[in-house]
């Protein structure tokens, strides 16, 4: 079932770009493992399609307010050799949004909006089986937020039955941007309607993590933005349950959303070392998924001071669902009991129902053996909390406000997102 993406704004791109590059390298790394055509021609089919001349093209779409961007990441593709992007299926103006969400919404998404879905419908007609929808973009600014909403939206009107998944990064908390609040309070009201799930990677976290799998304690975005593409990967890339059945993303939805209400998803992925420290580390199963387990309990990401007094019974961190991946040499055998514990899911989820995992016999990238938890649960709703504290104290002043009125957006609409995300705090909390 073949996946399309939509890169959206900067980091939309430039993670996109690094997602395809980490699949294609997964790919080269498995050439010369035993039984690795299936799983590589799964991998081929769900996420490119050949191209002009028999070359592989990945099933994007590139959407950017400036054209250097989307020029930048099809040229880096091609370079490659391995991939590339489709000639055709890139979309960018000359001026960006300004960090401002009401201008990329109201203005450059109103403009677009139209040409986009005719891109998304000749993508369309290049898939046999078509799965679904992953959107990649940020919420901070002003494309990825504004526009990336306005273009999520439209898909989820245009295609109301297919599947639809929204990758978001999260700005860093001590501010990248003066309004990043107020277009990440925006854009969170409006696609928790929209979308079937938003997979959330905050920046605060993906830094730490940059700086424990780098070799140089200075991390730039491109060793921020690797985080997520591996952990995409990780999730993404072919698996099965015990009875066989692939790992598609339209699955994934439907067992980590339960309920409407609770959209929010959270990723955590195994080991965490550094690329010159992996051939000097050795991994077990007991170890990875005690470990993963843990981070779940202690609404960490990071494999780093792991509180090990938290325990299911005093867990900070309740849970709808779980849904793992474990790729390695023995991974069917894996005890994976401890994330079936009632403890930490609500009374309502039946007994069992919770947790769902996937497996993979072929290593991943450079990993030996690795684990990848998908959740959702309480885990973004501190960060989501303060983000809506921040923006709600700038807004009873109507401070920068008239920037996005004077797009044609209504203070009204201010008060209808918070009130959304108020509700959206207050039924996690309820959990």
């Given at each position: 079932?073949?996946?399309?993406?939509?890169?959206?704004?900067?980091?939309?791109?430039?993670?996109?770009?690094?997602?395809?590059?980490?699949?294609?390298?997964?790919?080269?790394?498995?050439?010369?493992?035993?039984?690795?055509?299936?799983?590589?021609?799964?991998?081929?089919?769900?996420?490119?399609?050949?191209?002009?001349?028999?070359?592989?093209?990945?099933?994007a779409i590139s959407v950017d307010t400036e054209g250097k961007v989307v020029s930048n990441v099809f040229d880096q593709a091609k370079k490659t050799g391995r991939w590339c992007y489709p000639s055709d299926q890139q979309l960018s103006g000359r001026r960006g949004a300004g960090n401002n969400w009401a201008d990329g919404f109201y203005n450059h998404?109103?403009?677009?909006?139209?040409?986009?879905?005719?891109?998304?419908?000749?993508?369309?007609?290049?898939?046999?089986?078509?799965?679904?929808?992953?959107?990649?973009?940020?919420?901070?600014?002003?494309?990825?937020?504004?526009?990336?909403?306005?273009?999520?939206?439209?898909?989820?009107?245009?295609?109301?039955?297919?599947?639809?998944?929204?990758?978001?990064?999260?700005?860093?908390?001590?501010?990248?941007?003066?309004?990043?609040?107020?277009?990440?309070?925006?854009?969170?009201?409006?696609?928790?309607?929209?979308?079937?799930?938003?997979?959330?990677?905050?920046?605060?976290?993906?830094?730490?993590?940059?700086?424990?799998?780098?070799?140089?304690?200075?991390?730039?975005?491109?060793?921020?933005?690797?985080?997520?593409?591996?952990?995409?990967?990780?999730?993404?890339?072919?698996?099965?349950?015990?009875?066989?059945?692939?790992?598609?993303?339209?699955?994934?939805?439907?067992?980590?959303?339960?309920?409407?209400?609770?959209?929010?998803?959270?990723?955590?992925?195994?080991?965490?070392?550094?690329?010159?420290?992996?051939?000097?580390?050795?991994?077990?199963?007991?170890?990875?998924?005690?470990?993963?387990?843990?981070?779940?309990l202690t609404q960490s990401v990071i494999d780093e001071g792991l509180n090990w007094h938290i325990k299911p019974s005093n867990s900070r961190n309740k849970t709808l669902s779980n849904l793992m991946v474990i790729r390695g040499k023995g991974c069917q055998s894996v005890d994976t009991g401890i994330f079936s514990s009632p403890e930490i899911y609500?009374?309502?989820?039946?007994?069992?129902?919770?947790?769902?995992?996937?497996?993979?016999?072929?290593?991943?990238?450079?990993?030996?053996?690795?684990?990848?938890?998908?959740?959702?649960?309480?885990?973004?709703?501190?960060?989501?909390?303060?983000?809506?504290?921040?923006?709600?104290?700038?807004?009873?002043?109507?401070?920068?406000?008239?920037?996005?009125?004077?797009?044609?957006?209504?203070?009204?609409?201010?008060?209808?997102?918070?009130?959304?995300?108020?509700?959206?705090?207050?039924?996690?909390?309820?959990?």
């Amino acid at each position: 079932m073949s996946v399309i993406s939509l890169q959206l704004g900067q980091c939309g791109n430039q993670i996109g770009q690094l997602f395809f590059d980490t699949l294609m390298s997964d790919l080269q790394q498995r050439e010369k493992e035993r039984n690795s055509k299936e799983y590589q021609s799964r991998c081929l089919d769900r996420f490119f399609v050949s191209g002009e001349d028999h070359k592989l093209e990945a099933r994007a779409i590139s959407v950017d307010t400036e054209g250097k961007v989307v020029s930048n990441v099809f040229d880096q593709a091609k370079k490659t050799g391995r991939w590339c992007y489709p000639s055709d299926q890139q979309l960018s103006g000359r001026r960006g949004a300004g960090n401002n969400w009401a201008d990329g919404f109201y203005n450059h998404g109103a403009k677009c909006e139209q040409e986009v879905l005719d891109l998304v419908q000749r993508e369309l007609e290049k898939c046999d089986h078509f799965g679904g929808f992953c959107s990649l973009m940020s919420i901070g600014g002003g494309t990825g937020s504004g526009l990336g909403t306005r273009v999520t939206r439209a898909l989820k009107e245009a295609y109301p039955k297919s599947f639809l998944i929204n990758v978001l990064v999260w700005p860093h908390s001590a501010g990248e941007v003066i309004v990043q609040n107020y277009n990440a309070v925006l854009s969170m009201a409006h696609l928790s309607e929209s979308s079937d799930a938003l997979l959330i990677f905050q920046n605060d976290d993906i830094r730490k993590i940059a700086q424990t799998l780098g070799s140089s304690p200075k991390v730039t975005f491109d060793d921020m933005n690797r985080v997520v593409s591996e952990q995409l990967v990780a999730s993404l890339q072919p698996a099965v349950s015990h009875d066989g059945s692939d790992n598609l993303l339209g699955r994934y939805l439907e067992h980590l959303v339960p309920h409407p209400d609770y959209k929010l998803l959270t990723s955590r992925f195994l080991p965490q070392v550094s690329e010159a420290a992996v051939s000097f580390s050795t991994f077990n199963w007991p170890a990875l998924t005690k470990r993963t387990f843990q981070m779940l309990l202690t609404q960490s990401v990071i494999d780093e001071g792991l509180n090990w007094h938290i325990k299911p019974s005093n867990s900070r961190n309740k849970t709808l669902s779980n849904l793992m991946v474990i790729r390695g040499k023995g991974c069917q055998s894996v005890d994976t009991g401890i994330f079936s514990s009632p403890e930490i899911y609500p009374s309502w989820i039946p007994r069992g129902a919770g947790f769902a995992s996937f497996t993979q016999s072929l290593p991943l990238l450079r990993y030996e053996k690795s684990t990848s938890l998908l959740s959702n649960c309480q885990t973004p709703i501190r960060a989501l909390d303060t983000m809506v504290s921040k923006a709600w104290g700038m807004f009873a002043m109507r401070a920068y406000t008239h920037w996005y009125t004077r797009y044609g957006m209504q203070e009204e609409e201010f008060i209808d997102c918070f009130a959304k995300l108020e509700q959206t705090i207050g039924n996690y909390n309820s959990v």
